[in-house]
Each structure stands twice: as structure tokens, then as C-alpha cells.
């Protein structure tokens, strides 16, 4: 087996863990052709209980521990200069020099980046193939963030996006290919970086449809008295906690009208103060961190996917189809991914729409929408083939540097999935 390095801005694990799916399964992936070489980061503590289960996939690893806290005090250093405090969050003199003796020792020729923040550490590197999986454009994130704050975090974060863009710019045309999530958000890049339209393409992510299947028993997190409404994630991710609270306020309250019964579950870890705040309101309930997600997919009568802000493919959305859910999506949740509204899931574009579509869906349950969602995924959603267009980048037979093409049919922190 060649060797290949690995860089990936958190630790790829636990597989199912929304932030975490598509860096696993690339590492899972590549293990399978390579002697991987990976460098990473753990910012929570909770997650260096998984650090053997990396290094059985790997050849080599170097894992630094980086506290979010003092990461972002660095980071305004970058204030100082021309560069994304994205840069200076992650910088990592020990992770530096592992990463330069690992290519020099290992005479390493192919370099796989997940994130554009881990690209620092291979700037230097012009002998190896480079691909960087940008999953999303980070920078645009960061601009519509600016669009809702008000100054100074507003000039905060279009400062943010405008510096990343300029950094995402130059890595697509260092690189020899450039990947991201979706079509859509390949599609985007392109516009916003012309020059490198050549070497910009995507896979899409994938999902484990005999993880999340509703052939699985599971058992019934909610009390029976209540028509369950489900939405999933990281609640301590801005997007996330917009979505909820807009949710909350102005959706719930005219469902309740037609179903008092019916109950809106924040199922997620870490949940900010704003999103504790919600469990005082009528029908709405927190959970916290949960052992397993699906549980509470299995049994929602729906799920919903309200988010204002986002960028990529809403990894919930898939899980929700897979396991053969009625899924509610705002455009902003949709974009990206291969879903037709109607037939597998339901789009709402604002408030009472999104209560009506809710509301139906709790009168009568719409089994030939769930049925096709879930062959949606299995026929879409596949990780082998997606991620057989990393393994083609990686040939060094291949063309390098603008001979890539789509082979698809047709508050400061890090950003999380």
C-alpha cells in the first residue's frame, strides 16, 4: 500500500455523529487503498473515548487537543493581518511538525484535506497531489451570518467571509481538485471562484441505510399521549438555534391550534442557553445530548428541518428519508439535495406554510412519501460510489491541476454539521 496523509480539522468519530459522518467515511474510505497518515483535532473532551477506534483505521495519527476557549483568543491575532481567524484557530506548532516529518519520512505523494482550515499545515507541499474537500463554502456562511447580527459582530463575520473566500480562492487553485458536498455548492464556488471552474467538483455525502432503517426496533422515547415533531442536530450551532427558536415562536403555536397534543423535540447536544430557554414554551421539549438519535426519529410522527441559514447538505434531512420519516424542509435545508417536494418530502417557505404542511402530516400519515424517500436515499445516497470520485483524483495517472470534471448525474467557532 502508498501512504497517504490525512488532515481533518476534529476527529473523525463517532461515525453517526452528524459533524462527524462524511469525515469518517472518507478516512473508512481511504483506509481501505492507503497506509493513512492522519492529523486531527479534538475540542471536546468527551471525544478522546474514540481515539482507538481512529487509530485502528489508520497507520499513524497525531491527535492535538485544542480548547475552543483559548482558540479563539488566537484567532484575533489574525485581526493583525491579511488572513481568516479560521487560520489562527486551528494553527498547531506540534500538529506543524508532525505533518513535515510524516511527509518527509514517508516521501508522501497524495495529501487529502478536509476543511480549508487544515490547509496551512500542506501550503509548502507542491511535490504531492493535493485534493481539499471544502464540504461547504464556509466563506458564504460566514457572510449570511453577518447578514443577521448587528455590528460589531456583523462586520465581525463578513470580514470573516470575505478573508476566507480570498483563502478558499487561492487553496482551489494550489490544489488539484477541490470537492464539495453537493452539485449546488460545487456550483456556487465556481461562480465565486471562475478562475478555478476547471479543477471545482463534488461527491455527495452518503448514509448508512441499514443504520438508519425503520426495519430496526427501537424503543419509544416520547409518551404516548403526544404526536411527536422531531428536529436533530448540534445545539449549540448558530443555524441550528435560529432554526429551533423561529420554529418555536412562530410555527408551534399554530400547530398547536389543530394538535394541542403535539410536541416540538429539540433532540441534540450541547444546547445553548437560548435553546434551554425554549422548553418553557407551550409543547416544546429539550433533550440534551442522547445516546442514539434514531429512537427519536423512529418515533416522531415528523420531522423538520427549518433552517434560515445553511450551506451544503443537511445530513438530518437524509437520516429522516432513510428511516422512512415525513420530513418538513425550508429551501435553505433542501438545497443540495436530490429530493423531489411532494413526492419525498415537503417544502414549506415560510410559517404558516410550514404549520399547514405540519399539521397535515400529524392528521394523516403519509406512507407512499416515506416509502419513497427512503428509496431516494438508497438509490442517491451511497458512500462507496460517491466516494469512488476521490479515488479517481487520487490516481497519479491522472491529469493534474484543471482536469476535473463532474462525473455525477444530474459566534466565532468552526462551522459543524
Not at 488572513?83 to 506548532?93: E, G, I, K, T, V
Not at 470573516?160 to 464556488?189: I, P
Not at 434551554?276 to 445530548?289: H, I
Not at 420530513?327 to 406554510?353: F, H, K, N, W, Y
Request: proline share 6%; charged share 25%; aromatic share 10%.
Amino acid at each position: 500500500m502508498d501512504d497517504l496523509l490525512l488532515l481533518v480539522h476534529r476527529i473523525p468519530f463517532p461515525p453517526n455523529k452528524g459533524d462527524k459522518i462524511r469525515s469518517y467515511h472518507l478516512l473508512k474510505h481511504l483506509a481501505q487503498n492507503y497506509r493513512v497518515h492522519l492529523g486531527s483535532f479534538i475540542d471536546d473532551e468527551n471525544d478522546w473515548q474514540y481515539v482507538d477506534n481512529v487509530k485502528k483505521l489508520c497507520h499513524e495519527t497525531h491527535i492535538a487537543r485544542l480548547d475552543p476557549r483559548s482558540a479563539k483568543l488566537r484567532s484575533l491575532a489574525a485581526l493583525l493581518g491579511n488572513r481568516p481567524l479560521s487560520l489562527d484557530y486551528y494553527r498547531n506548532a506540534g500538529l506543524q511538525a508532525w505533518v513535515d516529518a510524516v511527509i518527509r519520512q514517508h516521501q508522501i505523494k497524495r495529501i487529502v484535506v478536509f476543511s480549508s482550515a487544515m490547509a496551512q499545515f500542506v501550503e509548502h507541499v507542491d511535490d504531492a497531489r493535493r485534493i481539499i474537500d471544502f464540504v461547504d463554502v464556509d466563506s458564504d456562511k460566514w457572510l449570511q451570518y453577518a447578514d443577521q447580527k448587528v455590528w460589531p459582530l456583523s462586520w465581525l463575520y463578513r470580514r470573516e467571509g470575505n478573508q476566507l473566500l480570498a483563502y478558499e480562492r487561492r487553496l482551489a487553485q494550489e490544489c488539484d481538485a477541490a470537492l464539495f458536498v453537493s452539485q449546488a455548492e460545487a456550483g456556487l464556488f465556481r461562480r465565486l471562484a471562475p478562475e478555478s471552474a476547471a479543477r471545482i467538483d463534488f461527491f455527495n455525502n452518503g448514509v448508512d441505510t441499514e443504520y438508519f432503517s425503520p426495519e430496526l426496533t427501537h424503543e419509544n422515547p416520547y409518551p404516548n399521549n403526544e404526536k411527536a415533531i422531531a428536529f436533530t442536530g448540534a445545539m449549540d450551532y448558530w443555524p441550528n438555534v435560529d432554526a429551533v427558536q423561529w420554529f418555536a415562536d412562530e410555527v408551534m403555536p399554530k400547530v398547536l391550534q389543530q394538535h394541542p397534543d403535539a410536541v416540538f423535540y429539540i433532540v441534540g447536544a450541547r444546547p445553548s442557553e437560548q435553546v434551554r430557554e425554549l422548553a418553557k414554551l407551550p409543547g416544546v421539549r429539550v433533550t440534551g445530548s442522547v445516546p442514539d438519535v434514531r429512537p427519536y426519529l423512529a418515533h416522531a410522527r415528523v420531522a423538520v428541518a427549518s433552517l434560515r441559514i445553511a450551506r451544503g447538505i443537511q445530513n438530518k434531512v437524509l437520516e429522516a428519508m432513510a428511516m422512512a420519516k415525513s420530513v418538513v424542509v425550508s429551501p435553505q435545508a433542501l438545497e443540495g439535495i436530490d429530493a423531489e417536494p411532494g413526492r419525498e418530502l415537503m417544502l414549506a417557505t415560510d410559517a404558516p406554510q410550514f404549520a399547514a404542511q405540519v399539521v397535515q402530516l400529524l392528521t394523516q400519515e403519509n406512507t407512499a412519501m416515506e416509502h419513497s424517500a427512503r428509496a431516494k436515499v438508497i438509490a442517491r445516497y451511497n458512500w462507496t460510489a460517491n466516494l469512488s470520485r476521490v479515488d479517481a483524483l487520487l490516481d497519479p495517472a491522472a491529469p493534474p491541476h484543471g482536469a476535473v470534471g463532474s462525473s455525477y448525474p444530474s459566534d466565532f467557532s468552526p462551522a459543524k454539521a
